[in-house]
Each structure stands twice: as C-alpha cells, then as structure tokens.
C-alpha cells in the first residue's frame, strides 16, 4: 500500500501571499488531519476532515483553512501569510476514529 | 483541557543500554488512548507503541514497553538493547474516542555508541 504524500515537499512564499498545501492518504483511510510543527511550539493540531467533514479544529486563526474531497484527498490553505507560518506542516490519516496516524513526509513552508 | 508533558527535552543513552522516556498527561476522561510516536531526522513520523486506557496491561513492541499508570496518569517508554536507528524525536500523545490528538514537546534522544 504506498504511504501518504505530500506536495509540494518544500514552499518558499513571501509575507501577505497565500498558499495551498495537498496530501493524499492511505487508499482506503477517510481521515486526514493537519498538524504544524516547529521548533518552538512543537506538534499543533490544526485541523481533522472525515468523509468531507471537518471533524475537530485546533486554535488557529481563520487564515488557516482545509477541505477534503470525495476521494479523500485534503488541502490546507494558509492566506495572508506571516513569518509565524514557517514551519513544517504534516498531515496523518487514519482508518477512523482513535485509529493509528500515518504520517506523511511533510511540506516545509518557509515564509520570508 | 488535556494536556500532554515531555520534560525530558533531551536524552542520551550508550548503545545496547537501556533507556526510560517520561511523559504525564491531565485528563478528566476515564477512556482514551495514549501513543509513542517516533520521528528519525528524516521526519517521517511513526507510531512506536499504543495503549488503551482501559487495558491495565502494559503495551509491549519488541524491544519498546510502556509503563502505564492510569491513577498517576503517567505512561513512560522504555527502549531496551538501545540501538543507532533509535535515535530520533519521540513524541508522546493523548487522545480520547472523540477529539483530536494532543501530542507532547517531545524529547530528543541520542545513541551513543
């Protein structure tokens, strides 16, 4: 089975713009969740969609938004983007609830 | 809220020894799931080990154990016959059947040979 992927793999955008990250589960696995990880704060869970639904939401600001689509694919989208932002953002998926995550490789967002 | 602490930013273990992690959490539920995640320098995050709270036994992987104590709402990990590709992030994590998962700062361990 192959694994989550994430595009792009590496991001550099400038302050104000806006960007649109993508991850692919593990075929049959109908949830995605979104964490942002950096240095200082560590893991934050950003958000979770199952079957299409946002499920749960971490205390982000509303710049941070998803969606997944029919096939489960999601995408993350930051707007008005600040120099916080840069950071390595994650996405897992699960077969369901309190299931193992599987994590994908990551895509490394550097703001400048 | 729940909380999850690592306070172990960092560990150093010799090759073949054992080593411990601690992590505490701070929850009211009395059902959930508690996760040792395992992140190598190349980043890909991997689940280590997983317990159910309501099993009292201690979940075993290999060479990973956990220490589970529910009434101290502690679950420590230890890596026995340390080995070089243990060294990475670990990370340990909360959840319960209906939320999102709360992960710890993590603890960077090193293997010395």
């Known amino acids: 089975k192959a694994g989550v992927t994430q595009t792009p793999r590496y991001l550099i955008k400038t302050r104000g713009q806006q960007v649109t990250l993508s991850c692919s589960p593990i075929s049959g696995h109908r949830s995605v969740s979104w964490y942002q990880q950096t240095p200082g704060q560590g893991l934050q869970f950003l958000f979770e969609y199952f079957s299409e639904t946002q499920r749960n939401k971490g205390n982000f600001p509303g710049r941070f938004s998803g969606r997944q689509f029919s096939n489960s694919r999601s995408e993350m989208n930051v707007s008005t983007l600040e120099l916080g932002d840069s950071a390595l953002y994650l996405c897992?998926?699960?077969?369901?609830?309190?299931?193992?995550?599987?994590f994908g490789p990551g895509t490394r967002l550097t703001v400048t | 809220a729940q909380t999850v602490t690592q306070s172990q930013p960092e560990m150093s273990v010799q090759e073949a020894e054992t080593v411990t992690l601690s992590c505490t959490y701070d929850?009211?539920?009395?059902?959930?799931?508690l996760f040792w995640y395992k992140q190598p320098p190349s980043r890909q995050m991997i689940l280590v080990i997983r317990?159910?709270?309501?099993?009292?036994q201690n979940a075993t992987e290999n060479r990973f154990s956990v220490n589970f104590q529910k009434a101290a709402k502690s679950f420590s990990l230890k890596i026995s016959d340390s080995q070089l590709g243990d060294a990475a992030m670990y990370f340990c994590?909360?959840?319960?059947?209906?939320?999102?998962?709360?992960f710890g700062k993590g603890t960077r361990l090193h293997i010395l040979p």
């Open positions: 929850t009211s539920e009395s059902d959930y799931y």
């Open positions: 994590a909360y959840q319960n059947r209906d939320d999102k998962i709360i």
């Open positions: 317990q159910e709270a309501y099993k009292q």
């Open positions: 897992a998926s699960s077969a369901g609830r309190a299931g193992e995550q599987y």
